[in-house]
């Protein structure tokens, strides 16, 4: 009896929750263009941040096995 009650009340909750996701998302080209400069500049960011922890590491190799 609860189960059956409870999915009466749940299913228009989850319906409109369905249906606001699907509508946030909005089609159509850029509305202001990223520069070349500034798409260079955070693209070198991005892989600096990403390789500075390996070579860190790498740096440090000999340290972390006790090879001083």
Same mark, same amino acid.
């Given at each position: !009896?609860? $189960? #059956? +009650? *409870?999915?009466? @009340? @749940? *299913?228009?909750?989850?319906?409109?929750? !369905? $249906?606001?996701?699907? $509508? +946030?998302?909005? +089609? +159509?080209?850029?509305?202001q263009k990223v520069s070349s400069a500034e798409k260079l500049v955070l =693209? =070198? =960011? !991005?892989?600096? *941040?990403?390789?500075?922890?390996?070579?860190?590491?790498?740096?440090?190799?000999?340290?972390?096995? =006790? @090879? #001083?």
């Amino acid at each position: !009896m609860f $189960q #059956k +009650s *409870a999915a009466v @009340l @749940l *299913a228009p909750a989850i319906r409109n929750a !369905m $249906q606001r996701r699907c $509508q +946030s998302v909005i +089609s +159509s080209p850029p509305t202001q263009k990223v520069s070349s400069a500034e798409k260079l500049v955070l =693209g =070198g =960011g !991005m892989c600096a *941040a990403t390789l500075v922890i390996p070579a860190w590491v790498l740096y440090h190799i000999r340290e972390y096995r =006790g @090879l #001083k």
